[in-house]
């Protein structure tokens, strides 16, 4: 790309700066577990997370501005506003699942809100939780509780950000719920502009930033099955992989597998055949 100089790398995104004002985000088809890239790619995973973010943004726009500002012919390149990102993951978690499972598990608590005793794996919250995390450089995030997240972002701006993230999930939800999937969780990252606004930037409601588990599918009381990337975690898991790099292989099947899971969850969120965002990227920005 003549027109970009590469930044930085990130386990699936490139980041090209465009001028001193815009980024250009190029989503691969790399897929990582246990932070760790794998070795085998899953053709067409990175178009899916640029146009499901596409089309989330512009759905979600009325709620907060973003930082796309075109998507590229080839459908998994994004032009971005460059900002000044808030140094936390924003989390909001509709169903009790992954590490907040885990946490209450342990303390009763989630990112410091107590919960009722007795809930199983995979219930549904009374109402969405905000439940921040560190941004680890390497290795895994690590939730925090509301009081350490200010502590970083000032409570003014955290209480914007808490309430924007708490809009955005439950409008995402109720689409996804029409469409037959459930949104369990999902992480939002958030910047400012020059003029100190708060922009929605990186990815969004995607099946690498989401949990998302088929609604006829849904039973409490264990892991759901789901789009997501938890697939090709299991297989990993069971090889007896130790978790470190390099990771294992995958084999056809599981990449065919994966690959499907992913094109799924796009066609039921948006209603647009994938090979129409093949042919014009443009469709998903209404």
């Given at each position: 790309m003549p027109d970009a100089q590469h930044v930085a790398s990130g386990k699936v995104r490139d980041i090209?700066?465009?001028?001193?004002?815009?980024?250009?985000?190029?989503?691969?088809?790399?897929?990582?577990?246990f932070d760790v890239v794998l070795p085998t790619e899953i053709p067409?995973?990175?178009?899916?997370?640029?146009?499901?973010s596409g089309y989330w943004?512009?759905?979600l726009q009325a709620i907060v501005p973003n930082h796309?500002?075109?998507?590229?012919?080839?459908?998994?390149?994004?032009?971005?506003?460059?900002?000044?990102?808030?140094?936390?993951?924003?989390?909001?978690?509709?169903?009790?699942?992954?590490?907040g499972w885990k946490d209450y598990q342990r303390t009763g608590e989630v990112c410091g809100h107590r919960l009722r005793e007795g809930l199983?794996?995979?219930d549904r919250l009374p109402a969405p939780i905000f439940t921040p995390a560190t941004k680890a450089q390497e290795g895994h995030d690590e939730n925090i509780t509301r009081e350490q997240a200010a502590e970083l972002v000032g409570e003014e701006r955290l209480r914007e950000v808490e309430n924007v993230a708490i809009r955005l999930y439950t409008t995402a939800a109720e689409h996804a719920w029409a469409a037959g999937i459930i949104i369990a969780d999902t992480k939002f990252e958030f910047g400012l502009d020059p003029h100190g606004n708060l922009v929605l930037g990186d990815e969004?409601?995607?099946?690498?930033?989401?949990?998302?588990?088929?609604?006829?599918e849904y039973?409490?009381?264990?892991?759901?099955?789901s789009f997501d990337k938890q697939y090709v975690r299991d297989y990993?898991?069971?090889?007896?992989?130790?978790?470190?790099?390099?990771?294992?292989?995958l084999p056809a099947e599981v990449v065919e597998a994966t690959r499907a899971k992913y094109v799924e969850a796009f066609e039921r969120l948006t209603t647009i055949p994938f090979h129409a965002y093949l042919d014009d990227p443009t469709v998903v920005l209404g």
């Open positions: 090209y700066a465009l001028d001193d004002d815009k980024l250009l985000l190029v989503a691969s088809d790399r897929i990582s577990v067409d995973k990175g178009r899916v997370l640029t146009g499901l943004f512009t759905l796309m500002l075109a998507i590229r012919d080839d459908g998994r390149s994004m032009e971005c506003q460059k900002l000044e990102m808030l140094p936390i993951e924003v989390v909001v978690r509709g169903y009790l699942a992954g590490s199983q794996e995979s969004a409601l995607t099946p690498d930033s989401s949990r998302f588990w088929p609604g006829s039973d409490p009381g264990r892991a759901q099955d990993a898991e069971q090889l007896g992989w130790d978790k470190t790099y390099p990771g294992p292989e």
